[in-house]
């Protein structure tokens, strides 16, 4: 999680001798995420409706699970 600094991989040894997938995904900058709540927000957008699955913090291991199969739409870990 999060961005920073270098990594450096032999990818021989790190990663195929021990059958290890590395995949990598960029969301948003900071700056763009602010963009975005702010955009919801002078809008008053519904923002419930964007999401169709919703757990709690205690629930992370079945979010993700679930993220995993790709069997749902959009989901949301709350802390409460």
């Not at 955009?39 to 919703?54: E, H, I, N, P, Y």
């Not at 709690?56 to 079945?62: D, M, S, T, V």
Request: charged content about 30%.
């Amino acid at each position: 999680m999060g961005e920073g600094g270098d990594v450096t991989l032999d990818v021989s040894n790190d990663l195929l001798r021990r059958q290890i997938s590395l995949l990598g995904s960029w969301t948003f900058s900071l700056s763009e995420q602010r963009y975005c709540a702010e955009f919801v927000a002078r809008r008053g957008l519904d923002l419930d409706r964007l999401f169709t699955d919703r757990w709690r913090l205690e629930q992370g291991r079945q979010a993700y699970e679930s993220f995993d199969r790709q069997s749902g739409g959009k989901g949301v870990i709350c802390p409460a």
